[in-house]
């Protein structure tokens, strides 16, 4: 009965040995098909930077000593980032001397009105950054700011010569308000200051302008 039970173990044994050995091996993880993929050239689509401001505005110039006047000027203007701008800016109006012609013989002009344009580079800050609300259900994107710079103004009087671009200083404050991406809003108040010789006395003038205008950003 030993002798039968060893040898049912050994056959046993190499049953189970030449199972282990024919048995099929199991796939592993490697990917079967590899895609043949033909990566293709994509142009991204190219966005205005919408950095550049281009406008006109309208409004009133009150320059010392000779009352005030109609203002138009054109602006050019360059955002270096949400908060910081540059702008350059050409305008003209129309000067006056009608109170000097009623105390002097012949007034201070060669003619009783004459051309005054200015033009200067600023820089802004937008201190407020903000909205602005029309009903309920609409807001409109607005900016608080203050602006500086310098440039000259070409005042003419009848001499021709002493009274000819004078070296000034602008500053003051606007707001700004936002109706599309594209489209905005402006009202401005600077103050432009030079001198200026009238009567034989170099002095200081203080000359404040108040503006309303449109600009298109691109």
Sequence with gaps: MRILAVAFALAAASSWSAAQTTAPQQPGNDQVIQPQVERREVKLPKYPSKDFEIGGYLGTYAMQNFGSSLVAGVRLGYHISEDIFVQAVYAQTKVSDENFRQILPGGIFAHPEETLTYYNLSAGYNILPG?????RNTAFASALYVIAG???TNFIASDKVNHR????INYGAGIRVLFHDR???QM????HIFDLDILGQNQSTKNLEWTGGVSFYF
Excluded at 131 to 135: D, S
Excluded at 188 to 191: A, E, G, I, N, P
């Design 150 to 152: 310098i440039g000259n």
């Design 188 to 191: 401005d108040m600077r103050q």
């Design 131 to 135: 909205e602005v609300f029309w009903g």
């Design 183 to 185: 489209f905005s809003v």
């Design 165 to 168: 671009n004078r070296q000034t």
